[in-house]
C-alpha cells in the first residue's frame, strides 16, 4: 500500500511482461525480414556485376574457357530447394511439440545443405586454373559468387546445428521456437539467394 | 517575437541527475547514452575532417603548391576529408540524433535490438582508426569516390583500409537502418497512428529504407575494390576485361541515395525547429512526411548524372529527367517550412537562426543541383569547383547547419541544461557569413573552369581563392564556439527544466536528461505533435507536466519503476 501511496501509476506487472515479449517477438520477425531484404542487395549487386562484364565481354564464356556444366549444379539446386520445404515442414513440427519429426527434417535440411555446399566446392575447384596467366573474368566472377554464397550457406549451416543440438536437448518447444523459426528464414535466403545465382549463372 | 535563452514560463527549473562521463567510455545498451557515443564521436571526426579542410585552404592560398609539393600528399589531403566528413562525422552523427530521439519521440523505453545498437556503434570507432591508420602505411588518394584505376592502381596500402573501415561503417548503418524501422514500425505508443509520428521520425525512417536498401550495394563493390587490391582479380581493369565504369556505377547507385542519407534527417530537425520556435503548426504535414518517401524512392533512380560525361549519350536524358524531378519533394519541404513560419510567432533562438540559415543555404544548394542535373550544364561544370560549392551548400548549408540547429534545440533535452543564447547567435554570424565566404566564390571560380581536386590552379583564380580560404578559416575557427558552448553549459548552462521551449512531442515529457527507461509508464501524445497555439497544446502541457514530469524529479519515485521492469529494456529484441 506504501507503495502504492507514493507512486501514481498503476503497474500490472504480469500484463506488461507479457505485452513486452509479444513486442520483441515482434521486433524479431521484422528485424530478420528487414535483414533479408537488405543483404539480398548483395546478391543483386554481385548479379549485376556479372550481367555487366558479361555486357562489356565480345563472347561470353570468352574464347578458350568451357561453358559452365549445368547437370551437377542443377542437382545440387533441386536439393537445396527440397530443403527449404523441409526446413519449413521442422519449424511446422516444432510448432506442434513433434519433436521427433523435426530433428529428422531439420538433419535432413543439414545434409542436402552440406552436399550442396560439396557441389559447389568441386565446381569451384574443378573450374580452369587461371593462376598462371591473366585473370579470366568469366572464371573470377563464378568463383565470386559461388564462394560468396557459399559463405553464407556455412556459416547459416553452423547456426542450425547449433539449433539442432539445443533442439535434441528439448530447448523447443511449441511455445518457444525463435530460434528455429530465425534458422528456418535464414535457411529460406539462402535458398532464395542461390536461386538469383542460379539463374544469372546457368540459365541466362 | 521574443529571444529565449531562459526556460520558458510554466516549466519548474528542476533538473535532474545525469549519467557520469564513465558510462559514455563504456558499453551500454541505453538508446540515450549510445545516442551521445555517437555525436560525440562523430564531433572527434568532425575537428579532424576540419582540420584537414583546413590544410587544403592553406595550400590554396597561392596559385603554385606550396608546402604539399608533393602532389600525392594534396590527394590524399582531400580524399580523407571527403571521406571523414561524409562517413565519420555526417552519418553517425545523424545516427546519434536518431538514437537519441527516436525512442523519445514515440515515448518507447529503448531502440527495438538495444544489443544490436550498441554493437552497431562500436563498429565505428574500430572503421575509424582503421581510416586514420592507413596514413601510416601509405593513405589513400583516390578521392572519397575512390574511381579505379587511382584507387586500384596508384593508390598505395592505405587505400585497402580504406576499403575494409568503409565496410565496417556499412555494416553498423545497415543494423542501425533495421533497428531504426523496427523501432518506428513497432513501438510507437498506443494512439499515435503514422500521420501523427513527429517528422523527425519519418525523415530516419526514410533515411533508413534508403540505407537498408542501398548499402548492401556499397558492400558489393568494397568486395570487388578490396579483392582487384589484394587477390589479383580485374574487375575494374579494362585491359584485363574489367570496366572502370562498373565501380562508379555500382558506387553511385549506393552514393546518390547515401546524399539523401546524409540530408533527410537535417530535413526532419528542421521541421522539428521551426514548428517548435514559430509557435505554429507544420504546415503541409503530410507533404512533408511523404515527401521524404519519395525522396527516398526516386533516389534509387539518379545515380547517373554523376557519370554525365562517362555515360552513353542515350541514357543521360532519362537519368537528367529524374534527377530534375527529385526537386519536386524537396520543393514541397522547402514551401511547406516557408508556410510554417510564415505568420508565426518566431523565436529568434540559435535553433531557429540555423534552420532559417538552413533554408537559405539549402535552396541554393538546391538550384545549383538542378543546374548540375542538366545535362549541357554538367559537362560544362564536370569536376570544376561549382560541384564542390553545390555539395557543401547541400551538406554544410543544409545538413551541418541542421545539427547545429538540433544541437541547440535539444542540448537542453540530453543535459538539462542550456547553452548560452547569445554565443550561439554569434556562432551562427559567423558560421553563416564565413560559410557563404568559402563557398559562394567557389560556384564563380567553378563556372570560369577551376578545377577541383588539384593543388595548383591558374593564377587569375588567386584573389578568389584568398577570400575562400579566409572565409574557410573563419569558418573552421567558429566551430569551436558551439563546441565551447557545449561544454560551458555543462557547469554554467542554466537549468533547463524538462520542456524549455513547450514543445508538444513525447521528447519533452520527461525529465532532462530523462532518466535510463525515459519514462514513467507510457505517455500519451498529443493528438497533433505540432498542434501549437490552440487551447488543448496549453492545457496537454500542463498535464503532462503534473502527471508525468513532476513525479519523476522524485529521486525515489524516479528509481521505482525500473526497479520494477525486469530488464535493462524490457522490449528488446534481443
Not at chain 2, 16 to 21: C, E, H, N, V
Not at chain 2, 234 to 263: C, E, K, R
Not at chain 2, 328 to 355: D, E, Q
Not at chain 2, 562 to 567: G, I, K, S, T, Y
Amino acid at each position: 500500500m506504501q507503495r502504492s501511496n507514493e507512486f501514481p501509476f498503476e503497474f500490472d506487472r504480469e500484463r506488461q511482461q507479457q505485452r513486452q515479449a509479444e513486442i520483441a517477438l515482434k521486433n524479431k520477425r521484422m528485424g530478420i525480414n528487414l535483414f533479408q531484404i537488405s543483404w539480398i542487395m548483395a546478391f543483386v549487386c554481385l548479379s549485376v556485376v556479372n550481367l555487366v562484364m558479361r555486357g562489356n565481354a565480345p563472347s561470353w564464356p570468352p574464347p578458350g574457357t568451357p561453358p559452365l556444366d549445368p547437370v551437377l549444379p542443377t542437382i545440387a539446386t533441386l536439393g537445396l530447394i527440397a530443403s527449404m520445404v523441409l526446413a519449413r515442414r521442422a519449424f511446422l513440427a516444432i510448432q506442434t511439440d513433434k519433436l521427433s519429426a523435426f530433428l529428422v527434417q531439420w538433419r535432413a535440411v543439414l545434409g542436402l545443405g552440406a552436399l550442396f555446399v560439396a557441389v559447389m566446392i568441386y565446381e569451384w575447384i574443378t573450374l580452369t586454373p587461371t593462376l598462371d596467366g591473366p585473370p579470366n573474368q568469366f572464371n573470377t566472377i563464378f568463383r565470386l559468387m559461388t564462394a560468396f554464397h557459399s559463405l553464407h550457406a556455412i556459416a547459416i549451416g553452423v547456426y542450425l546445428i547449433w539449433v539442432l543440438r539445443r533442439a535434441a536437448q528439448g530447448v523447443y518447444r511449441h511455445a518457444d521456437f525463435w530460434d528455429i523459426e530465425a534458422g528456418s528464414k535464414l535457411w529460406y535466403f539462402v535458398v532464395i539467394a542461390w536461386l538469383l545465382f542460379y539463374a544469372v549463372l546457368y540459365i541466362i | 517575437m521574443a529571444s529565449i535563452s531562459v526556460p520558458l514560463g510554466g516549466v519548474g527549473a528542476t533538473t535532474a541527475p545525469r549519467p557520469k562521463l564513465s558510462e559514455y567510455l563504456r558499453w551500454s545498451v541505453d538508446h540515450k547514452i549510445i545516442g551521445v557515443q555517437y555525436i560525440a564521436t562523430s564531433l572527434f571526426f568532425f575537428i579532424i575532417g576540419g582540420a584537414l579542410a583546413m590544410l587544403i585552404r592553406a595550400e590554396l592560398l597561392t596559385p603554385a603548391q606550396d608546402f604539399m609539393v608533393d602532389g600525392a600528399a594534396y590527394n590524399t589531403l582531400f580524399t580523407m576529408h571527403g571521406t571523414i566528413m561524409i562517413f565519420l562525422w555526417i552519418v553517425p552523427v545523424l545516427a546519434g540524433f536518431g538514437n537519441y530521439f527516436v525512442p523519445l519521440m514515440l515515448g518507447a523505453k529503448d531502440m527495438a535490438f538495444p544489443w544490436l545498437n550498441a554493437f552497431a556503434f562500436w563498429l565505428i570507432p574500430p572503421a575509424g582508426l582503421l581510416m586514420l591508420l592507413g596514413w601510416f602505411i601509405g593513405p589513400a588518394e583516390a578521392g572519397w569516390t575512390s574511381y579505379p584505376p587511382l584507387s586500384t592502381h596508384f593508390s598505395p596500402d592505405g587505400q585497402t583500409l580504406w576499403a575494409i573501415s568503409l565496410h565496417l561503417l556499412g555494416v553498423a548503418s545497415i543494423l542501425g537502418g533495421i533497428n531504426f524501422i523496427v523501432t518506428i514500425r513497432n513501438m510507437r505508443p498506443e494512439g499515435m497512428k503514422y500521420f501523427q509520428m513527429p517528422l523527425f521520425i519519418w525523415a530516419v525512417l526514410a533515411q533508413s529504407v534508403i540505407v537498408v536498401l542501398a548499402t548492401p550495394f556499397l558492400a558489393g563493390a568494397l568486395t570487388l575494390l578490396i579483392l582487384d587490391r589484394v587477390a589479383g582479380t580485374a574487375f575494374f581493369t579494362p585491359s584485363q576485361g574489367g570496366d572502370v565504369l562498373l565501380w562508379q556505377n555500382i558506387f553511385w547507385f549506393y552514393s546518390h541515395p547515401a546524399v539523401y542519407i546524409m540530408v533527410l534527417p537535417a530535413f526532419g530537425m528542421i521541421s522539428e525547429i521551426l514548428s517548435v520556435h514559430a509557435r505554429k503548426p507544420v504546415f503541409g504535414y503530410r507533404m512533408i512526411a511523404l515527401s521524404s518517401m519519395a525522396i527516398a524512392l526516386v533516389g534509387f533512380t539518379v545515380w547517373a548524372h554523376h557519370m554525365f560525361t562517362s555515360l552513353q549519350p542515350e541514357l543521360r536524358i532519362p537519368f537528367m529527367i529524374t534527377s530534375m524531378i527529385i526537386a519536386v519533394p524537396t520543393g514541397i519541404k522547402v514551401f511547406s517550412w516557408l508556410g510554417t513560419i510564415y505568420g508565426g510567432r518566431i523565436r529568434w533562438t540559435s535553433a531557429m537562426l540555423f534552420a532559417m540559415g538552413f533554408i537559405s543555404m539549402f535552396v541554393i544548394g538546391g538550384i545549383t543541383g538542378v543546374m548540375v542535373a542538366s545535362v549541357p550544364v554538367d559537362i560544362h561544370l564536370h569536376d570544376t569547383y561549382f560541384v564542390v560549392s553545390h555539395f557543401h551548400f547541400v551538406l554544410y548549408g543544409g545538413t551541418v547547419f541542421g545539427v547545429y540547429g538540433a544541437l541547440y534545440h535539444w542540448w537542453p533535452k540530453i543535459t538539462g541544461r542550456m547553452m548560452d543564447e547569445n554565443l550561439g547567435k554569434i556562432h551562427f554570424a559567423l558560421t553563416y557569413l564565413s560559410f557563404l565566404g568559402t563557398f559562394f566564390p567557389q560556384h564563380l571560380v567553378g563556372m570560369q573552369g577551376m578545377p577541383r581536386r588539384v593543388a595548383e590552379y591558374a593564377p587569375e583564380f588567386q584573389a578568389m581563392n584568398i577570400i575562400i580560404s579566409i572565409s574557410g578559416f573563419v569558418l573552421g575557427v567558429s566551430t569551436f564556439l558551439i563546441l565551447y558552448n557545449m561544454v560551458w553549459s555543462l557547469y554554467r548552462g542554466k537549468i533547463a527544466g524538462s520542456n524549455p521551449w513547450r514543445a508538444l512531442t513525447l521528447e519533452w515529457m520527461t525529465t532532462s536528461p530523462p532518466p535510463p527507461y525515459n519514462f514513467v509508464g507510457d505517455p500519451i501524445p498529443f493528438e497533433d505533435p505540432y498542434g501549437y497555439g490552440t487551447e488543448a497544446s496549453r492545457e496537454y502541457l500542463k498535464a503532462m507536466d503534473e502527471r508525468f514530469v513532476a513525479p519523476m524529479l522524485n529521486p525515489a519515485l524516479r528509481k521505482r519503476p525500473d526497479a520494477q521492469l525486469p530488464a535493462p529494456n524490457p522490449s528488446a529484441g534481443d
